[in-house]
Each structure stands twice: as structure tokens, then as C-alpha cells.
């Protein structure tokens, strides 16, 4: 069985957090200096490790194995929220290095081959889970030419400040991987809840966002009676509530939603104001109960419609991304080391996040294992884990690792 070296882990999670530290927390958004900087530490890493490393076109971090058979490929993200946690995807990212590491110093699995990997702008800076996309040929050149940033900043001027835009761009190859195994923080409440501390993953939440565009009449605050108005933040409000009150009767267990953004225009306290937006994104393991969201929200607007006054337009801003199922197979390995390392303290769980595993899974097996997240906190730099949960995920990682890969390439 590969043993990881705990400090190293440790110590590498910690140098990588240094790269865009700020206070307890880490920015370090897609294409930055700090994200460019880091991807470079971590390409000397990948090759300190025997690894060949490369950052593709859409800085994508790849290191390949140079041993022949099945491979596994192992990994998530290196980008940050605007204001981001430590361990977000550097978890992943870094458990993959270690698990490198540690199967090479085994004399039992020091010629199976694992591939490392930090992915591009799996947190949307530009288009979510950029890098995966591109990785299994699934970036079409239309989503690429018209995205752009929060500041405007398109795409292309992106990967051109940060000397990437005549990069080939790498791809996975199916045949290659036997699997793809991501591990990260649960970034919810529900294995520390549970007193346990590995969730192996049975599949990833799908996930539908609309943006609602209200029209109504800006006018006069004072000299504007009530009855005349056509307020559109007042219809805004009316459809939020009547969306808290409709949704929990069609929901399922694990079924979330959120209404995050607004806009109104123009904003000013003595304006009636006439036009106003509101993003609603919901999400579930099963396209049931979004199907009864999407369902609900065409009711509520026909009906806030019919009465005339403000109008409504609900228009989809993202492709919906559809529930995921994890590989069975990769599953059953994870579960084996896990009840090895923390018996009876693991749990088979949906993830409520999306991640690249979600991307990756339609060209290779992919699978997913969690640790637990200090209150449930993510996306914040308040995010944390135990160094103990921190540790032992990493084991079982590498325990799965070879476990996979022994079976894989037939090696007893």
C-alpha cells in the first residue's frame, strides 16, 4: 500500500495558498498573474515528480506519465472565487501531485502510470469549467468567441496577456485512462453533520439558471400613486416570494435554490424604477424535480403576465448542465479504501457543487471523493479543513489509486 508524506502534502497546500494570499484566503481568479504563477509552480512540480508537464493553450496544467499500460488521471482546479477559499480545487490539485509521489516511491505501484492535472477556469471567470471542456474536445468556438469577464475583459485578450494564445491545446485521450478520480471539500455541511469524514460521491447535481427581465414604467416617487405605478422591482419582489412559496412543494431532499443577483435601474431612491433583473439558479441530482421548477417559473410568470402592467421575460442564461452519475466500478474502490482507512466513517453522498469530474465523465470514467468542509463554508475565505481530514482523504486517494490501477493493467 503507497504511503503519502503527510508534511509534504501539507507543506505544498500551503505554498500553493501563498501564490495570491490574501489574509486567510486566496485570490487567484483564471488567467491572473497569481493563477499564471501558480500554474508554473506546479508545472515544476509535475516534472520534479517524473512527470512530463505541460500548460496547454488554455492553461491547462497536464503531467504525463512517462510508465506504458492504463492510466489514471487524477486532479481538479487551481483558480480561485474573486475571493476565494484555500482548499476549492487546490485540494485536488495537489492530493494528485502527492499521490504521484507516493505510488513512485512503492516498489509495488512505481510503474503504474498516473496523470496529474489543474484545470482552467472551473470557476467561470469566463465560462465554467473552461478547462475540462477544451481537455475532451467539448469547447465549441462559438461559447469560446463570446464570453467575456464581469469587467469586460473577452476571452482572447485573457489568453493573449497571459501569453497563451498561440498554445496548442492538449487533449485527453480515451484509450489512455482506465479513469479520473477528483478529490475535494464537500463545501457543505453534511459530512461534518454526520460525525464522517469521506463522502464518496454517487453523482453531481445538475443545474438551471434564468434570468428574469422585468419592464414596467420609471417615473416620479412622490407624484406617482400607487395604482398608476408600473413598478418593476415590486413585480420583482412578488415573483421571489411567490418562487420560496411554490418551489418546496415540488422539491426533492436535496433539491437548492437561489436567487443571488439582482439589477434595477436606475436605482435611486426617489425613482419608481422601471427596469430590474433577477437570477434564479436552482439545482438537484435528478431532472425531475428541475423539470417542476422550470414548470413552476412558466406558471408564475404567465400568470404575473396576464395581469398586465409590468411584463416578465424569463430567458435561460447558461446551457442547463445535466445531473451526472459517477463511474460504479471507481466507486466500489474508493469505498473499499476508505472503510480501510476510516472504518465506518464514510458515506456514499451526492455532490451539491458542480465540478470538472462532471465534464470529464462523458469521454472517461470519472469519480469523486470528498472531505469535510469547517461549517459547511466555501467560496469564502473563512473556508477550511482539518489537517487530520486533509491527510487522511489524500490516503485513501492513493490507496484507490492503486487499487484502480493494479486492476486496471492486471498487476497482482
Not at 453531481?204 to 400613486?225: D, E, K, P
Not at 422539491?251 to 433583473?277: D, F, K, Q
Not at 459517477?326 to 474502490?333: E, I, K, N, S, V
Request: hydrophobic share 45%; with cysteine.
Amino acid at each position: 500500500m503507497p504511503r503519502i508524506d503527510a508534511e509534504r502534502l501539507l507543506s505544498d497546500l500551503r505554498q500553493l495558498r501563498a501564490i495570491g494570499a490574501q489574509g486567510r484566503g486566496v485570490v487567484r481568479p483564471a488567467f491572473s498573474a497569481a493563477d499564471m504563477e501558480a500554474r508554473r509552480w506546479l508545472k515544476r512540480r509535475y516534472e520534479e515528480a517524473g512527470l512530463e508537464a505541460t500548460i496547454d493553450g488554455v492553461g491547462n496544467v497536464l503531467g504525463r506519465s512517462r510508465h506504458s499500460g492504463k492510466a489514471l488521471l487524477i486532479g481538479s482546479h487551481s483558480d480561485t472565487q474573486p475571493t476565494g477559499g484555500w482548499l476549492d480545487g487546490a485540494l485536488g490539485v495537489i492530493y494528485a501531485l502527492e499521490v504521484v509521489r507516493a505510488l513512485g516511491a512503492d516498489s509495488a505501484t512505481r510503474t503504474l502510470p498516473v496523470d496529474a492535472v489543474s484545470f482552467q477556469d472551473e470557476e467561470s471567470r469566463f465560462l465554467g469549467c473552461l478547462g475540462s471542456r477544451s481537455l475532451i474536445g467539448a469547447l465549441a468556438p462559438e461559447m469560446e468567441h463570446e464570453v467575456v469577464d464581469s469587467h469586460g475583459v473577452t476571452l482572447a485578450d485573457a489568453l493573449h496577456e497571459a501569453g497563451l494564445a498561440n498554445v496548442a491545446r492538449l487533449r485527453l485521450a480515451r484509450e489512455r485512462y482506465a479513469g479520473f478520480i477528483e478529490a475535494h471539500i464537500e463545501q457543505g455541511p453534511h459530512l461534518e453533520d454526520a460525525g464522517l469524514r469521506i463522502g464518496v460521491v454517487t453523482g453531481i447535481v445538475g443545474l438551471r439558471s434564468i434570468r428574469f427581465v422585468f419592464r414596467g414604467q420609471q417615473n416620479h416617487a412622490g407624484t406617482t400613486m400607487m395604482a398608476r405605478r408600473r413598478d418593476a422591482t415590486t413585480a420583482l419582489y412578488e415573483l421571489a416570494h411567490r418562487i420560496n412559496m411554490e418551489f418546496p412543494k415540488v422539491a426533492a431532499a436535496r433539491s437548492v435554490w437561489t436567487m443571488g443577483r439582482l439589477r434595477v435601474e436606475p436605482n435611486a431612491t426617489s425613482i419608481v424604477p422601471g427596469y430590474a433583473e433577477l437570477d434564479l439558479q436552482f439545482r438537484d441530482p435528478l431532472d425531475e424535480p428541475l423539470d417542476a421548477f422550470e414548470a413552476v417559473v412558466a406558471r408564475l410568470v404567465s400568470e404575473m403576465n396576464a395581469r398586465g402592467g409590468v411584463t416578465i421575460e424569463a430567458v435561460p442564461t447558461r446551457a442547463p448542465i445535466v445531473p451526472t452519475r459517477m463511474d460504479p466500478a471507481l466507486q466500489t474502490h474508493i469505498e473499499a479504501a476508505a472503510e480501510r482507512h476510516a472504518a465506518g466513517n464514510w458515506q456514499r453522498m451526492p455532490s451539491g457543487a458542480f465540478h470538472d469530474a462532471g465534464i470529464v465523465s462523458a469521454l472517461i470514467p470519472s469519480a469523486m471523493l470528498f472531505i469535510p468542509s469547517l461549517g459547511g463554508i466555501s467560496h469564502d475565505f473563512a473556508e477550511d479543513s482539518r489537517e487530520a481530514d486533509i491527510v487522511l482523504g489524500c490516503e485513501v486517494l492513493a490507496d484507490a489509486a492503486a487499487s484502480v490501477l493494479l486492476a486496471a493493467n492486471d498487476r497482482h
